[in-house]
């Protein structure tokens, strides 16, 4: 797993089976990130479709994703964009079903036998079926409760497709052909053979492989009464555990509180993890066995880290009662200092942007990896999705007066408007970074290049985008 943002992780489950009151634990008090106040502004208007003549032969390109427009494919700056596929499953993430060497997609996909593993190549969509995953009938799957219905509803709702490093010849999926629970199972990526590797109780989803390419981490759920209300995900987590893929032996990893407890990786056999306690500790994955790292620190509530072995930012809540104090830490694992300082300011939500190559801490700032830069959003409260180019443009969508807006920046200047739409995505180009991609609700796909950021209607997409990445 890419991050080890809780709200993001939360995105993937939807975390909220009511049985009898009892739900995932979220911060029910944190601010809503929908309004602000100010003045409403005249928006640029967007120029005449463009008229591309086609998908450049060789990357790098965008991929566009959403439950309800499947997956696209467009050039850089955003022109051609062509559909891959009619589905995308909400909970799977774009970076962990691309291939290692971005040329394939891999995906969970849904059919009236049940669910299959499908491998798009790109640039060309070309598919092909790479494994059964499940055999169910819709009507089966309607049973919300059955034994049967919650296996269908791990293997398609959560984030279960993960390539092997380093060339992606093998893929983890969670899947359950061989018994009533989903378990790990390992997919050839050429010849589609599937081999079962874990068989328990418990639904084994969030396939994570070491960097080695030796172990698949996983985390163990159950679906149990009471029921009541709306059935859309787990309400129990049963642990985490690791396969060894040579020998199919599983190691017992420590016990978690939520998913998002596994923080990453840090080398080729060792992962971080936030323990019962709110500690760091380094786990070995073949052995299981932790140790503290950050003992006389605060409890942390929330942590992002910027890749594997890379930075990690902390969020230490003022209720913790810590002697250092309330706020936002960054610490870098194998720098041997203390975590640092960087805003003491409450934080509702942490992040690692890939693409824009920062860390996101709403409602605060964008900080590098490194701390050594920082940037306010244009609106406090009121700013989202943000992005920055390969050149340092930031892009916000704003919200005032219940009216969305598109803002850039460059270097030190002032915040200039460009659309007033209501944004579901940012992204910049992957090529010249001179090039922002909007993605509205509507649908609508929008460019504005560097220097006058002219918006222009690139395409329509026919529903709204939930992620976009870039693929090389």
């Avoid at 106040?37 to 390109?61: D, E």
């Avoid at 081999?195 to 172990?215: N, V």
């Avoid at 929330?302 to 009662?321: M, R, T």
């Avoid at 850039?408 to 090039?435: F, Y």
Wanted: charged share 20%.
């Amino acid at each position: 797993m890419g991050g080890w943002s809780k709200p993001a992780v939360a995105g993937f489950i939807a975390l909220a089976v009511v049985a009898c009151g009892s739900t995932v634990p979220s911060p029910a008090s944190a601010p809503s990130r929908a309004t602000a106040t100010g003045p409403t502004r005249v928006p640029p208007q967007p120029t005449s479709t463009a008229t591309p003549a086609g998908l450049a032969p060789k990357g790098p390109y965008v991929v566009l994703a959403g439950q309800n427009i499947g997956v696209w494919i467009a050039n850089p700056d955003g022109s051609y964009p062509t559909k891959l596929t009619d589905q995308w499953l909400f909970g799977f993430d774009l970076h962990h079903a691309l291939s290692p060497r971005g040329d394939r997609l891999a995906t969970v996909a849904r059919n009236d036998d049940g669910y299959d593993l499908i491998e798009i190549r790109l640039p060309d969509g070309q598919t092909q079926l790479l494994a059964h995953l499940m055999s169910i009938t819709r009507e089966e799957e309607a049973v919300l409760t059955s034994e049967k219905a919650a296996a269908a509803m791990m293997i398609s709702g959560y984030d279960n497709v993960a390539w092997q490093p380093p060339d992606g010849r093998l893929m983890a999926v969670s899947a359950a052909t061989g018994g009533p629970t989903s378990d790990v199972y390992v997919v050839d990526a050429t010849t589609g053979e599937i081999r079962q590797l874990t068989d328990g109780p418990s639904q084994a989803i969030f396939p994570s492989w070491s960097p080695s390419g030796e172990f698949i981490y996983h985390v163990g759920v159950s679906l149990v009464p009471p029921f009541g209300g709306a059935v859309t995900g787990f309400n129990r987590v049963d642990g985490s555990w690791a396969v060894s893929v040579s020998d199919a032996e599983v190691v017992a990893q420590p016990p978690i509180m939520h998913p998002a407890d596994f923080g990453g990786w840090f080398d080729e056999r060792h992962y971080l993890m936030t323990d019962r306690n709110g500690e760091i500790a380094m786990v070995d994955v073949a052995t299981g066995e932790a140790t503290a790292i950050l003992p006389d620190f605060c409890p942390v509530d929330d942590a992002a880290q910027s890749g594997v072995g890379g930075a990690l930012l902390l969020s230490v809540l003022p209720e913790a009662g810590c002697s250092s104090g309330a706020g936002i830490y960054l610490w870098d694992p194998a720098g041997g200092k203390d975590p640092v300082l960087l805003d003491s300011e409450r934080a509702w939500e942490l992040q690692w942007l890939e693409e824009s190559d920062v860390f996101d801490v709403y409602p605060i700032a964008l900080f590098s990896a490194d701390g050594s830069r920082r940037s306010e959003p244009p609106v406090p409260d009121g700013s989202f999705h943000p992005a920055v180019s390969r050149g340092g443009t930031e892009a916000w969508y704003v919200i005032e007066n219940t009216q969305g807006r598109v803002v850039v920046r460059a270097a030190q200047d002032d915040w200039r408007e460009i659309l007033q739409v209501k944004v579901a995505q940012l992204l910049w180009d992957p090529a010249t970074g001179e090039t922002l991609l909007i993605a509205a609700q509507d649908g609508t796909l929008y460019a504005a290049s560097a220097p006058d950021f002219e918006p222009r209607v690139m395409g329509h997409l026919g529903g709204s985008v939930e992620q976009g990445i870039w693929v090389p």
